[in-house]
């Protein structure tokens, strides 16, 4: 899902100038990798915990 997002706000919803374009990308696929990390963390401890 992830993924998904991203290419829709970089690729298809896109607006500005390109070096507004270029850090945008860039802060949305940390934000993309952090959401990532987290949604893998918690599926994680929840199969450990059953």
Known sequence: MPAFFYILFTKILVQGS???KQQFNL????S????SVLISMIFSVSAFLA
């Open 27 to 30: 802060n949305y696929m940390g």
């Open 32 to 35: 993309m990798i952090a959401y």
């Open 18 to 20: 390109a070096s507004e």
